[in-house]
């Protein structure tokens, strides 16, 4: 591992030493999470398909510092690091990745679909694109009822080919609902590069046609995530209506479990590790004397104790009842004639 002046220079920091510390935290959580969900898929714990997000921590973290408990937020199925954020516990998305009955949406969502009302996060959705007019109708929502709140809408960069998303921003401009649109570019959708994929291969220009504000944003940078996102969700929250942020980031590992990214050099992946948001925020806290050494190894024992505690709930914890089968597909009191 490089020292902590390799890649981060001593200098006056923007953000508080609470603020660092919170996003090293929250990153590190999230890339433990998903690193032991890797291993646990690979000991068949959990089934059916699996996305993870290690390497674009920074995209939420530095969201999570500018928005409000009470604001929604969205995504598509690469969903686990954004449950955590929206504060999810550890415990229910490991349990939902195991199908148990103490999971986020009962063991019925699995990794693609996380729930929670209570934190106001709304997916968690398998079809591609298929978030994105709901992220708009949730903040149309938020309009029509005055909370003052907004939604986050997550997508890939595979999504923004999906027409949905072309009648998706042009309502929401339209109407000038409060939603900030936000493409995490990876890079691939799937396994098929951006350039081979779309015309426009600078992704945020993709909102110019609707007069929609669009930015691009160095997603591997919590500290330019929180300035964008500041930026558009004051914009959002304002009436002025939505805003199109293409965060540029990266995942180290394959589209899915079953990818195994051979569509990629080792030289490019290394390029993106060099600016791991992770190490990064790590660096400047020990280079700026924000932090001791002990200090973050308290954190990153914290964070390893989580982990460890959420795959022995989701071990010990019961498979859903054959009588929930039902349950949450209809509304009883609408469809009385389903037999229990």
């Known amino acids: 591992m490089e020292t902590s002046t390799s890649k981060v220079k001593k200098n006056k920091l923007k ?3 609470e603020t660092y510390l919170k996003w090293y935290e929250d990153m590190l959580l999230m890339r433990r999470f998903e690193e032991r969900a890797g291993q646990l898929y690979g000991m068949q714990k959990i089934k059916g398909f699996c996305h993870l997000y290690i390497g674009q921590e920074a995209v939420v973290a530095g969201a999570m510092s500018v928005l409000k408990p009470s604001d929604a937020m969205i995504t ?17 998305v490991m349990a939902e990745l195991f199908a148990k009955a103490t999971g986020c949406s009962k063991g019925k969502g699995g990794s693609m679909h996380m729930f929670s009302k209570e934190k106001r996060f709304f997916g968690g959705h398998g079809i591609v ?9 949730i903040a149309f ?17 595979g999504a923004v080919r999906q027409g949905a998303l072309h009648e998706a921003f042009n309502m929401s401009m339209l109407w000038k609902l409060p939603v900030v649109f936000v493409v995490e570019n990876n890079a691939y959708a799937m396994g098929t590069s951006v350039e081979r994929t779309s015309n426009v291969t600078e992704l945020y220009k993709i909102g110019s046609g609707y007069d929609m504000p669009s930015y ?4 591997m ?43 990629r050099t080792k030289e490019e992946v290394e390029s993106y590790k060099a600016k791991d948001p ?22 990153n024992k914290k964070v390893a104790d989580i982990v460890d505690d959420s795959v022995k709930f989701a071990e010990e914890s019961p498979y859903p009842d054959a009588s929930e089968l039902f349950k949450d597909v209809y509304m009883q009191e609408d469809y009385p004639y389903i037999i229990e």
């Open 76 to 92: 598509a199925y690469r969903d686990h690091a954004h449950a955590l954020a929206k504060g999810i516990s550890a415990r229910e």
């Open 221 to 263: 940078n919590v500290e330019a995530v929180h300035d964008a996102m500041e930026m558009a969700c004051e914009h959002a929250r304002s009436g002025k209506g939505p805003v199109f942020l293409e965060m540029q980031t990266y995942r180290y590992r394959g589209h899915s479990m079953s990818d195994p990214a051979k569509y």
């Open 278 to 299: 992770v190490e990064i925020a790590r660096e400047t806290l020990l280079t700026n004397n924000l932090a001791t050494e002990e200090e973050v190894e308290a954190i």
């Open 141 to 157: 929502a938020e309009k029509y009822n005055n909370t003052g709140n907004i939604c986050v809408c997550y997508m890939g960069d």
């Open 216 to 219: 691009p944003v160095d997603g």
């Open 15 to 17: 953000f508080s030493r």
């Open 129 to 137: 694109g298929g978030q994105i007019p709901l992220g708009a109708g």
